[in-house]
Each structure stands twice: as structure tokens, then as C-alpha cells.
């Protein structure tokens, strides 16, 4: 997969770092346009909502300042600020817009040294061994394709970290970590959604089979794997459209998975925010807000009624019972 960009924005002090470096030889053809902050670039932050699959097309690349570590209490104890924020994708329900509104972006972060010595260090004086969440802000596995950020950290938190690392990804890239030498340190998760899902919602992702595939090899490779079924959207024909993923699931995961691997199941969140950038800028799209189903949840946020919640998580839990029934769920949210 050969990410495209049209421009690179970035902080000068990120070329002092050999990542920097790198980048701007890897991307030497492109315009190198020099920004104060990539929190805030006025002329990406003034663009209209109509603009925001152009603004995909940018790089941005700077240094990571905030390293807050948030606690988590489902597959991991911390979420972790990492090398990067935002994503190539455009996936329709994306979270991260909610967060960065239009400037949902690839930010890449160069900085990666500092950022897991960070870690490293509150691995090491954690009172129990506790697993970290790096993959929360952005796909690092679509990252990893332009940086080797997951290779480096794979290895070296290996060699010197206590507890455990994870991630998610909707990417099928796994080839250049089946050989490192990990030592079960990190927990790969493969997020899934019906096919019709991926190719009318989440843009710019790789297929279904694909995803199953890249699964099953880092079982193989004998990482700790998980599987999410996120987020689950529930369209009009959601049931068939679930239950034959979960037939697919069964029929194409390898027993190494099956056996090994755990379940994530994640109901979508939908904003206000989204659904103006997706009216504007995708007007022929799926329309994911219904307000039949979804109410308010916070602040510009909806999210499914409690009886459409009872209801698929009732669904999802029985058929994946009779068809993945050796694989725990560990929580619907």
C-alpha cells in the first residue's frame, strides 16, 4: 500500500531527529511547507468541511509534547499517547474526527525515542506489570508503512519492557512483524466489519478476507490476538449483515485464533461534527445518523438507544456463541 500525499507540513525541530531526517528524504519531490505547531495550522484549520478529503491528502509532521496517560479498563490499563494522531483513512464514523474535527489528518511524530523511554519507565515502576494501549490515536500499522515505528518499538519494548504493548488496526500490513522477536510482549487486535460495511464506510481500508488473513499469520507468528467487531453500525439490514461476518469469521479464522484469541465488540458513536463533514463533503454516502435509533450522549455525540443496544449485544453474544463460542467476549460497549 503506497500512501499518496500532495504536501508536507511541518516543525522545524522535528529535522533534528533521525525521523525526521528520514521523512524529508522520503518525501524530498513534495512541497515542504514550515508550520509554528501542528496542533494548529490556520490555513488546514480554515478550510471548509467539503475540503476535508483534500486535507487527508496532507502530511503532517512534528514533535509529540503531551504524553498524558489515560486509564483503561478494558483490554489495557493505559491509553498512550504515541507516534502518531489521525489517520490516511477516511472511515465515516472515525472517532478521531470528533476529536480533531477536519484536522483528522495523519500527524506523524518524530520523537519516538522520548516517547517510549516515557513508557518504558512506567513500565518499570509500575507496582504490577500493566499493558499499554499505543494504538489509540491513529492505525499505527498503516503508520508503520512510512515510519518502521512498530518495528522499532516491537523489538526494543521486548527487549527491555515489562508488562504488555497493544493496538488496533483495520490494515492487513503484517508481513514485516511475523519475524520479530516479540516475546508475546504485544497483543495484536484485528478490527472487522461486513464487507458491505468496509467498502461503503470505511474508506481506504483493507478487505475483509484480507484482515482475516493478517489475523491469522500473527497467531502463527505467536503473538496474543484479538479480535473486535468495531464499531457495529446498525443499519437497516444489520442482523444479516452481522451474522454473515460471523459465519465468515468461523468458516476463515485459523484455529491458532479461535483458540488463543479474545473478542472486543464496540457499538458506534456517531457526532455532530461527523455528520456535518460527511453531508458536505460525502453527499452521496451512507447517511449513519438515524434518529429513530441513536440519542444524545454528551456533547454533540449520539450513540444507540438502550433497547437497540439490548438488542444487538443479545444477537452478537448468541451467534457468536454457536459459531465462536471458544473465543471470550470481554465486554459490548
Request: net charge positive; aromatic share 10%; hydrophobic share 40%.
Amino acid at each position: 500500500m503506497k500512501m499518496l500525499f500532495d504536501a508536507v507540513y511541518y516543525e522545524p525541530a522535528a529535522l533534528r531527529f533521525e525521523l525526521g531526517q528520514m521523512l524529508r528524504a522520503k518525501y524530498a519531490a513534495l512541497p515542504w511547507i514550515e508550520i509554528e505547531n501542528h496542533n494548529y495550522i490556520p490555513e488546514l484549520a480554515a478550510a471548509g468541511n467539503h475540503d476535508f478529503p483534500k486535507l487527508k491528502r496532507h502530511l503532517i509532521i512534528g514533535l509529540r509534547k503531551t504524553h498524558k496517560y489515560v486509564p483503561n479498563h478494558k483490554v489495557s490499563d493505559w491509553l498512550v499517547p504515541y507516534t502518531s494522531s489521525g489517520c490516511r483513512a477516511m472511515c465515516l464514523y472515525c472517532y478521531l474526527v470528533c476529536n480533531y474535527n477536519k484536522c483528522s489528518y495523519l500527524r506523524l511524530f518524530v520523537n519516538r525515542e522520548q516517547m517510549l523511554n516515557r513508557l518504558l519507565k512506567r513500565a518499570a515502576a509500575a507496582p504490577a506489570p500493566q499493558t499499554f494501549e499505543i494504538g489509540s490515536n491513529s492505525d499505527l500499522l498503516l503508520e508503520n508503512t512510512i515510519t518502521n515505528n512498530l518495528i522499532y518499538t516491537i523489538v526494543r519494548f521486548a527487549q527491555e519492557g515489562r508488562g504488555q504493548l497493544t493496538f488496533p488496526t483495520k490494515f492487513d500490513r503484517v508481513t514485516p512483524l511475523l519475524g520479530l522477536d516479540h516475546k508475546g510482549k504485544t497483543i495484536f487486535r484485528m478490527s472487522v466489519n461486513p464487507e458491505e460495511i468496509i467498502d461503503r464506510i470505511e474508506w481506504g481500508t483493507s478487505p475483509l478476507r484480507a484482515r482475516i488473513h493478517a489475523l491469522n499469520a500473527m497467531a502463527e507468528a505467536g503473538y496474543p490476538v484479538g479480535l473486535l467487531l468495531a464499531p457495529v453500525i446498525l443499519l437497516p439490514e444489520w442482523k444479516r449483515l452481522y451474522g454473515r461476518l460471523i459465519e465468515q469469521l468461523s468458516d476463515e479464522l485459523s484455529q491458532k485464533v479461535k483458540q488463543n484469541g479474545f473478542i472486543e465488540i464496540i457499538l458506534m458513536t456517531y457526532s455532530f461534527v461527523q455528520n456535518a463533514i460527511n453531508t458536505d463533503a460525502f453527499p452521496n454516502a451512507v447517511k449513519l445518523f438515524d434518529q429513530e435509533t441513536m440519542t444524545g450522549r454528551g456533547r454533540g455525540k449520539y450513540c444507540y438507544r438502550n433497547e437497540a443496544r439490548l438488542e444487538a449485544g443479545s444477537f452478537l453474544r448468541q451467534r457468536l456463541s454457536e459459531r465462536l463460542g471458544s473465543m471470550p467476549i470481554l465486554y459490548i460497549s
